[in-house]
């Protein structure tokens, strides 16, 4: 195997061996590519934090776990976050979590826009708790990564940083690559195992057991129930309530009951039908009407032989069309 | 047109019938017709020679010949024994005398004198020949000069004794001036055995081609030196068709009356006619400008069929074609006043000859033309029984004399199909017309038979068209009796036989009569008729009359016929067949009446019976219908289960199937209830009454469907006790606002269903987030592709499944073809790309629009047509329009291929949208080659799709009745890149899990002392959410959607191939990379740096295939048996 270079870009370059399996009896290398993680909006762990891209697909925080020890010994790893669960994360935060979008879709601004502003700290764990009770049973056991992603791995302290970096310039200079950790050197039971018995478990995973889930359900129906309450609530206030410029905001549910769905329809169906009759009606009345009517379908054929002349042209172009075939 | 002043008043009052007028023909697609006129015009541009180059030099030689048969000294009266037998010995020249030759003893003379005239007739003189012609001749006609001739000479063979011995000696003459530029060699005029011709192909323009062969406006023609009889020397009247003429042979025999010799007449009418039918077409040339392109026009489209002049091409070619063109145009069906105008265009004369093709069926009733003082028509259809019988007064003649009542009835039924091509103005009425080719067998009928036969054996008959021919029509007497007569039901629509040709034969010999090339048949079925297992005959009655029907039916059935008892006590004639499919069916009864009545057929090679292999390859059986059957019962007896719920908070509106099970087109009919895996239920959508309860919001709706389902499930267990088990079971979504579950009803009987809910509400809110433009776009796009998915599982699936299976029931065989269509999808590999609904739908549009032919009435010509059609079809300029309903607007037709053309400017490089499939339910055309966003098939799988179709449309063309189906259906896996083996065993071991078995445990369990005793004895599985084997192709394709693109078949393929995606494989390095990247190897890089020096090659990276691999090995660990790479 040709040597690799140490760094790519900025990036060191870690080569891991991949043990070779029966069905794919080789030697393989998988290349890493690491750097201190520096992103665009700092957080208070960057300093001792790295960022990895080209994660091999079965990626989990037990696998890194154990290639980190490997190179820097244990205890220096803390966790890591793959790609696809940061981006979850970064698009509940923007008012996409479960629990903010169980409410009803018109309640949504009127919510943002007059609901109680909620005190943050005592609110994070009671948020946490219904989110929990709201969410349905994953069906995988463990999930695959995007081929060729990233994720950015959390190390003890400063220090842990500079080793691991230094800790891959060594393994260039002796060859001596650290090894993809297989199912024996993961810890018993923390990782579940891939193929038939991941598929098996998908399965019965699909078929989560019927009180839990109704749980689930019952729960998001009590939380969405709560949301419609305050929004028609806030809704009421808003009814009476000019504000500031003196403008009275109209919402929903006045002194009449909202018009149902079906009798809108039947109503536009109505208008519709209306506008028709007397389009109908007026249609080829004047002699005028008429003749523009036949111009314009002389204008259409017209039109089409054009079409037909640009189609045949097309054809030609392309030739042996109008040849039979032999 | 003329102006008509009178009319033209008139016209200025009544407006509405000018509009009406316009109007018709806006609607009937005026702009298709006129495409039509201008794709004819071009072929007629494109085919048409150019006489002056192509035939260079061919008048020159015309000229030469004819000085040179002028200057053959004539000889006095000698007798022909003698005359024969010198030309052989001193010319070595065998004059090629008809069947049976003269007799030794006979005391004919023979004579030579200068002809009597010259002429050149035909298509060289008219310059009607095309291009693509088979083979291009000059007839150049000799006529027998009266000297030599004896009026009486009609009888029995003299006058082609006479001929054959004129035509020896011009050849013999012709050799000695022409001997180095020419090759001379006898052939038969139009196969006709009584009329030998000397075929003069120069030498030289075969050099001219070698030198240059590009050069194609040089042919390779060939001259037909044709001896006829002068016009009027035999009276004609003596030559009806009902006069025996030849009595000598017979007279030997017995004392019954002569028969009459219909064929050998009408051969003699027709050898004094060559010159008065040249006057016909000329004089008709000169009146209608367009009479040379209608003749071409006429002369493709006879030719796409395989029609010719030849006795074994149908005996109606161009020269039929033209004649009556020109008798039309002359005066029309005996009633004197021309049938067609001569100013009508060339288009319109073919559609005119086309039609009048279509209704008159000359070989059931014969066509007489102009009001000569022939016979009338009853006498005609006296002589019927020889075959067709279209007849010119004018000259006597039977110009159908050459074809058979199965050419007859062939070309009948093709102008009956085109005839229905040209009234459809949706399709493309050109290309079927005239550019498809439509003689394959294999393609074109349903059983396609070859007969082997002993010439000696069948008696060569009185009417001189040879062994083959005679025995070709006993055959088709029978086979009619036995097949289409209206009595036995029908059970083919047409029955075709084609006899041998006969080739060429030098000067020194006789021709090969003895050939064994055996009598080919094809059947047509009737679909609904052919699958009879029961045939009723006559009913067995005291009268006279019935028992005479009786006797008439045993007489031709034989000891199959037996007596049975039906309901009403009504006693018939019976027969019963063994087999049970269509196919063999119609193999039982050709060859059991063929053998009865034929004696042929003993020996097992005697008749060879192609057709069925591709039916048998799959195993589809007659049974399997009814496994669909009772699959819709199941399906019949879930709706009523859940419609009979009385709690439910809404009503149930619609229970609709959407999964190909329901809709007969699995490739495996349902079955119930496997030991092997869990059930798989079969997929349905409900939906309820309108309802404003559902709350406003996606997320709300979905979990509200949950809750909905867990109610229909427990209603349901509690109202069939121990009958019925739900589960409720999670979808693989992503996002919360998707639908998120399912229930799943597992009857004890084995069958299961799936039930998801339609929520009206659900679309409404995604149509909203759609337009809304404050949304941010990657919302909306997903809003965008929500809403595709929404509309494809509870709007169209259902839809689509009512029409497929209305089809299904319309066409008996649409249902085997679209199983044989998936079954050639999974063997190449293909189906993981491509949407079942697709492949159905394509099976069906060449149902649906099945021209040059009528709809497939079997399987197999089916499943090669759709081949045939999926070659051809041209998906990046074309939408493929499935007009299911047959009623779709030309406004709407139109406007789908405008969508085309635009989804193709936005999209040049086809990422998004592929494959355009638009049916009149569901007009957007990318509902079913389109899934979650993303094209479906991808551009290389739907390349991979025509590339593979137009290498098996080449083998059925190239091995036609021969080809061996299976090779078909052989994937070439040596164009993978990379092979995943998967265990079969694995695979096996995952279609089974249980509710309360850890799946860690699941392997240890499996240890346990009794195998029949563990802990899960008794409990039923798990339904499959999904089959595993697609839910690792989908992970793999999910991980590797970039860099590997996977081909599969069906779930039960256990290879995957996959091939690496070119574009992937080097790039410079960046963050966000696609896939798994390795830095590329120095020595590479050294040579690229060599190459491209500016880039900065030093962050170049390349795919790590390797560790790719070894990531898939570990993602399937157990269930991956072995990855194999391509020159590894």
């Known amino acids: ?326 | 047109m003329e102006p008509a002043p009178a009319k033209r008043r008139k016209l200025g009052h009544g407006p509405e019938g000018a509009e009406a007028a316009l109007e018709s023909a806006a609607s009937t697609g005026i702009s298709r017709s006129r495409a039509f006129v201008l794709e004819a015009e071009e072929l007629l541009d494109s085919v048409r020679l150019d006489h002056a180059t192509a035939l260079d030099g061919a008048d020159a030689l015309l000229h030469r010949i004819k000085e040179a048969i002028e200057a053959i000294k004539p000889h006095e009266p000698r007798p022909i024994a003698e005359a024969a037998a010198k030309l052989e010995k001193k010319h070595k020249i065998k004059v090629p005398f008809p069947d049976p030759p003269p007799p030794e003893n006979s005391n004919y003379k023979v004579a030579f004198e200068k002809p009597a005239q010259f002429n050149v007739v035909g298509s060289y003189v008219s310059k009607t020949m095309v291009r693509t012609q088979k083979d291009h001749a000059i007839d150049m006609v000799v006529v027998l000069p009266e000297g030599i001739l004896q009026e009486k000479d009609y009888l029995d063979l003299r006058y082609f004794y006479k001929r054959a011995y004129y035509l020896a000696v011009v050849a013999s003459a012709l050799r000695k001036v022409f001997d180095s530029e020419s090759t001379l060699s006898f052939e038969r005029l139009n196969g006709n055995p009584l009329c030998p011709v000397l075929a003069f192909r120069p030498k030289a323009s075969k050099d001219k081609d070698s030198e240059n062969p590009e050069d194609k406006r040089v042919l390779d023609y060939r001259i037909r030196i044709i001896p006829c009889a002068p016009d009027g020397f035999f009276p004609k009247n003596k030559l009806h068709l009902g006069a025996p003429l030849v009595r000598k042979s017979q007279a030997e025999h017995s004392d019954t009356p002569p028969h009459p010799t219909p064929f050998y007449n009408s051969t003699l009418v027709a050898e004094s006619c060559f010159l008065p039918y040249l006057k016909v077409l000329r004089k008709a040339e000169k009146k209608c400008a367009a009479f040379k392109n209608a003749c071409m026009l006429g002369r493709i489209w006879l030719q796409q069929r395989g029609f010719g002049g030849d006795i074994s091409q149908g005996g109606f070619g161009h020269f039929e074609w033209a004649v009556l063109l020109a008798l039309l145009l002359q005066g029309g069906e005996s009633k004197g006043h021309a049938a067609l105008s001569a100013s009508l265009s060339s288009t319109q004369l073919f559609k005119a000859l086309i039609q009048f093709l279509s209704v008159t069926n000359f070989a059931e009733e014969p066509c007489v033309f102009g009001p000569g003082n022939g016979p009338g028509k009853s006498e005609l259809a006296s002589h019927l029984e020889s075959g067709p019988i279209l007849y010119d007064s004018a000259q006597q003649l039977n110009i159908a004399f050459k074809m058979g009542p199965w050419s007859a009835a062939l070309l009948h039924q093709h102008a009956k199909w085109t005839r229905s091509l040209l009234a459809d103005s949706a399709a493309d009425q050109f290309n079927p017309t005239f550019i498809l080719k439509s003689d394959f067998p294999s393609v074109s009928f349903d059983l396609f038979a070859r007969l082997k036969f002993d010439r000696a054996s069948v008696e060569a008959g009185a009417d001189f068209r040879g062994p083959a021919w005679r025995l070709g029509s006993e055959v088709y007497r029978i086979l009619k009796r036995a097949l289409a007569d209206k009595e036995m039901g029908e059970r083919a629509r047409l029955i075709h036989l084609q006899a041998p040709a006969c080739p060429p034969w030098p000067l020194a010999e006789a021709p090969d009569t003895q050939g064994t090339s055996p009598l080919e048949i094809g059947v047509l079925f009737d679909p609904a008729n052919m699958a009879r297992t029961v045939d009723r005959g006559p009913s067995a009655g005291p009268s006279a009359q019935e028992k005479e029907k009786c006797e008439e039916f045993r007489r031709f059935w034989g000891d199959k016929a037996e007596l049975r008892r039906f309901e009403r006590d009504t006693i018939r004639e019976t027969l019963i067949w063994t087999s049970t499919t269509p196919f063999d069916l119609c193999e039982e009864i050709v060859r059991y009446v063929i053998r009865r009545h034929l004696r042929i057929g003993h020996l097992h090679d005697e008749i060879t019976v192609y057709g069925n292999s591709l039916p048998d390859l799959l195993s589809l059986k007659p049974a399997d219908t009814a496994l669909f059957n009772v699959a819709k019962k199941a399906f019949g007896a879930f709706e009523r289960d859940v419609r009979d719920l009385d709690d439910l908070p809404l009503r149930v509106r619609q229970i609709a199937p959407i999964c190909p099970e329901l809709r007969y087109a699995s490739v495996k009919p349902p079955t119930f209830g496997s030991e092997k895996s869990g059930p798989r239920p079969l997929e349905c959508v409900i939906s309820f009454e309108a309802s404003g309860k559902w709350p406003e919001s996606l997320v709300a709706i979905q979990r509200t469907k949950i809750a909905f389902l867990s109610m229909i499930g427990s209603l349901l267990e509690s109202s069939k006790p121990g009958e019925a088990k739900t589960h409720i079971g999670l979808e693989n979504s992503k996002f919360e606002t998707e639908n998120l579950a399912f229930l799943d009803v597992v009857y004890e009987s084995g069958t299961s269903f799936r039930l998801r809910i339609q929520s009206d509400l659900e679309e409404s809110l995604l149509e909203r987030q759609v337009k809304d433009k404050t949304l941010e776009q990657y919302l909306r796009q997903r809003a965008t592709t929500q809403l595709a998915t929404f509309r494809r599982l509870f709007t169209n699936l259902p839809l689509h499944n009512q029409y497929i299976s209305t089809c299904a029931t319309r066409f008996p065989a649409l249902s085997p073809t679209i199983r044989l269509v998936k079954h050639w999808f999974n063997a190449h590999k293909l189906s993981c790309h491509f949407t079942e609904e697709f492949i159905e739908l394509a099976v069906l549009h060449v149902f649906l629009s099945p021209y040059p032919w009528d709809a497939p009435s079997s399987a197999s010509t089916g499943f090669m047509r759709t081949l045939l059609f999926l070659s051809r079809w041209d998906w990046r300029s074309e939408p493929l329009i499935v007009d299911t309903g047959g009623d779709m607007p030309a406004a709407d037709r139109a406007s789908v291929g405008t969508r085309l053309e635009a989804w193709r400017k936005i999209d040049p490089n086809m990422n998004h949208t592929v494959l355009f499939v638009a049916t009149a339910q569901e007009p957007s055309g990318v509902a079913w080659t389109t899934l979650r966003g993303e094209p479906k098939p991808c551009k290389v799988a739907a390349a991979r799709m025509t590339s593979l179709a137009k290498s098996a449309s080449r083998l059925i063309r190239e091995q036609g009745v021969e080809l061996d189906c299976r090779r078909l259906f052989v994937p070439s896996l040596k164009d993978y890149d990379v092979l995943i083996r998967l265990n079969s065993k694995a695979v096996k071991s995952t279609l089974k899990t249980f509710a309360t078995a850890d799946p860690d445990e699941a392997e240890s369990t499996t240890q346990a002392k009794f195998k029949n005793l563990d802990e899960r004895t008794g409990l039923a599985p798990l339904p499959l959410a999904q089959h595993p084997a697609d839910l690792f192709l989908e992970h793999l394709s999910a991980a590797y959607g970039g860099p590997l693109v996977f081909f599969r078949g069906a779930v039960d393929d256990h290879t995957i191939g996959a091939i690496w995606n070119p574009q992937m494989q080097r790039r410079s390095f960046r963050i966000n990379l696609p896939t798994s990247y390795k830095p590329a190897a120095e020595k590479k890089r050294a040579e690229d740096g060599e190459e491209q020096e500016s880039d900065d090659e030093a962050d170049v990276v390349e795919v790590n295939r390797e560790a790719i691999l070894a990531e898939i090995a570990r993602i399937g660990a157990a269930l991956v048996d072995k990855i194999e790479v391509k020159g590894a």
């Open chain 1, 1 to 326: 195997m040709a040597s690799s270079p140490a760094t790519i870009g900025d990036f060191s370059v870690l080569p891991v061996s991949i043990p070779p399996l029966p069905s794919f009896p080789k030697n393989a290398v998988h290349y890493l590519y690491v750097r201190r993680h520096t992103p665009k909006i700092p957080t208070p762990t960057d300093s001792r934090s790295l960022f990895v891209t080209n994660v091999p697909v079965d990626s989990t925080e037990a696998h890194l776990r154990a290639l980190f020890a490997s190179l820097v010994g244990a205890g220096r790893f803390e966790s890591a976050t793959f790609e696809d669960e940061s981006k979850e994360a970064h698009s509940q935060s923007q008012s996409q979590s479960l629990i903010d979008v169980a409410q009803p879709a018109h309640a949504a601004r009127l919510l943002q826009a007059h609901g109680r502003k909620r005190k943050r700290e005592d609110d994070e764990a009671e948020r946490a708790r219904e989110e929990a009770a709201v969410r349905l049973p994953s069906t995988w056991t463990r999930p695959l990564r995007r081929s060729g992603s990233t994720a950015v791995v959390l190390l003890a302290d400063e220090k842990s940083v500079q080793q691991v970096l230094k800790a891959i310039g060594k393994a260039h200079k002796t060859k001596k690559y650290p090894a993809w950790p297989g199912s024996d050197d993961l810890p018993e039971g923390k990782v579940p195992p891939l193929g038939p018995a991941w598929l098996k478990a998908h399965n019965r995973l699909s078929y989560p057991d019927r009180q839990a889930l109704q749980a689930s359900v019952d729960a998001f129906s009590a939380l969405f129930a709560r949301r419609e309450q305050e929004a028609a609530e806030i809704a009421k206030r808003l009814r009476n309530e000019p504000d500031e410029d003196g403008f009275v905001t109209v919402t929903r549910g006045g002194r009449s009951a909202p018009a149902s769905r079906t009798e809108a329809e039947e109503a536009k169906r109505r208008m519709l039908e209306k506008q028709e009759k007397k389009k109908e009606e007026l249609t080829n009345f004047y002699r005028f009407q008429l003749r523009e009517r036949k111009k314009a379908e002389q204008a259409e054929l017209l039109k089409r032989f054009d079409e037909d002349r640009r189609k045949l042209e097309a054809m030609r172009e392309k030739k042996g069309k109008f040849v039979p075939e032999a």
